[in-house]
């Protein structure tokens, strides 16, 4: 979903778009083209079993992603796929164009070790080379082209998963280099999703409500008990280098939310005057809501005497028992402050999130170790916008947490740091060069994350400043 910094740009909060002064996002979903791996790392699980098991496996989640890639840039015109909707996010056509050629150096060139098809348009689609503001200047594909480009891309890639040996370097053990193909275009359609978010103009995209739930009965926050648990993951075979290595962490007791904040909540602390009392941000969220005047959520706007919201060109009130979403990092942090309660560890979230304290182990998921399904997570756009809170009590963790996988992105406190025993895989610019105190880890995944792209282990990070994701949060407390 995010990439490397661009320049600052700030646009009009007061017409609903972005009004952050801020660079281009950040984050764990850019390829930048193949390198020499700087070390392997461990995959296991899937490398026991057959190459007919992995190549379903990895032929399922590339036919998954291409079907969601031509809803996102089908269901709009030409004109609208060249159209620069936001100075933060690049031209859908771009996406589009990039998804095949990430797809064509990792796939049939480093791992087939084929010819170049269009070794010209390298330097086009290198996100590090161009941020998304200067895209729409670039000598880009036209829609047509790109369609074209990719489908000839992905017909030679299928031919490669049905005939080259999956196993004889890290590229290719359990099919590794195709599942992070995978994830990389999934985590563009959730970057094209966010793209159609900020277009101005009629829906364009269409999907069922999601499953009512309900907090009734429902403890308000849940008490995580002090001791040991394992955070990350060595085995999991398309796990990213930041989600490795498995290790071990101690925790103190410490209690956390039993479902995301919501919007009610979220507007309590606006009626207290939370956006105007300078106690409780932050000094540099502080500066950015005064200099931008900000006073509600992205695409909030009051009117009416009501809150009502901007989602996906349809504006409709507010939805009282939904999780929050479009806020910073600082909006997170100022809530939880008012509210007399902190954001989580990305430590807390991830032991909230996987630790069994019957069994002492770490779990994929909360659920368990099986795969999502639509009962336990919402997930892969299946549908528009989050799941009221409650939902989803298959999805409950041993402690009876809830929503922590799907819904929302879930801002933690902690800045994006590598593990213990890291090491950058298949190359620095991955991850590496993104870790420090800039950015903020955030955990879960969203609506819009397929759930390849999404498990107890993965950690996305971004700009404390970044609103336009899909973003909310939980809050926790010492005991």
Not at 123 to 145: C, G, I, M, N, W
Request: proline share 9%; glycine share 8%.
């Amino acid at each position: 979903m995010n990439e490397p910094h661009d320049s600052p740009v700030a646009t009009d909060e007061v017409s609903g778009e972005l009004s952050d002064d801020v660079s281009e996002a950040s984050g764990p979903t850019q390829l930048s083209g193949p390198t020499q791996p700087s070390g392997p790392t461990q995959v296991s699980g899937l490398t026991q079993v057959s190459d007919a098991v992995l190549r379903h496996r990895a032929l399922e989640a590339l036919t998954t992603a291409r079907a969601r890639t031509a809803l996102l840039t089908g269901c709009v015109d030409d004109n609208e796929l060249t159209a620069q909707h936001s100075p933060l996010m690049s031209p859908l056509v771009w996406d589009l164009a990039h998804i095949g050629n990430q797809e064509e150096q990792w796939l049939l060139r480093a791992v087939a070790g084929r010819e170049a098809i269009r070794p010209e348009i390298d330097s086009v689609y290198d996100a590090f080379e161009h941020p998304r503001a200067a895209r729409p200047t670039l000598p880009l594909l036209s829609p047509a082209e790109s369609r074209a480009y990719a489908s000839d891309v992905r017909g030679r890639v299928l031919d490669v998963l049905d005939r080259h040996p999956l196993h004889g370097g890290p590229l290719l053990d359990a099919a590794f280099a195709f599942g992070m193909i995978a994830q990389h275009e999934q985590q563009h359609d959730e970057t094209m999703l966010i793209t159609h978010q900020l277009r101005r103009g009629p829906a364009a995209l269409d999907a069922p409500e999601p499953p009512r739930g309900s907090t009734v009965g429902l403890p308000a926050e849940v008490l995580v008990p002090a001791g040991p648990f394992t955070m990350g993951t060595s085995t999991e075979p398309w796990a990213l280098d930041n989600e490795r290595p498995a290790h071990h962490r101690h925790l103190p007791a410490y209690f956390i939310d039993a479902t995301p904040v919501t919007n009610a909540a979220f507007q309590a602390f606006m009626a207290d005057g939370g956006y105007t009392d300078e106690r409780w941000w932050a000094p540099d969220g502080w500066d950015q809501i005064r200099r931008h005047g900000i006073g509600a959520p992205l695409f909030w706007r009051h009117e009416g005497g009501q809150w009502l919201r901007r989602r996906f060109g349809v504006t409709e009130p507010v939805p009282q028992d939904e999780p929050v979403l479009h806020v910073s990092w600082y909006e997170a942090d100022a809530y939880a402050r008012w509210a007399g309660r902190r954001l989580p560890t990305e430590a807390e979230w991830e032991k909230a999130a996987r630790h069994d304290p019957a069994s002492g182990r770490s779990r994929r998921y909360p659920w368990g170790d099986e795969d999502p399904t639509p009962d336990r997570a919402n997930l892969g756009q299946r549908h528009l916008r989050p799941a009221s809170a409650g939902a989803y009590p298959e999805g409950a963790s041993p402690l009876g947490v809830r929503q922590l996988i799907g819904d929302v992105w879930e801002w933690t406190s902690s800045d994006f740091l590598p593990y213990p025993g890291f090491a950058a895989f298949p190359y620095r610019e991955y991850s590496e060069v993104f870790f420090g105190p800039e950015h903020k880890v955030l955990r879960g995944g969203s609506f819009a994350v397929d759930p390849v792209a999404c498990r107890g282990t993965f950690r996305n990070w971004d700009l404390p400043v970044r609103r336009q994701i899909f973003s909310g949060f939980r809050t926790a407390r010492d005991v």
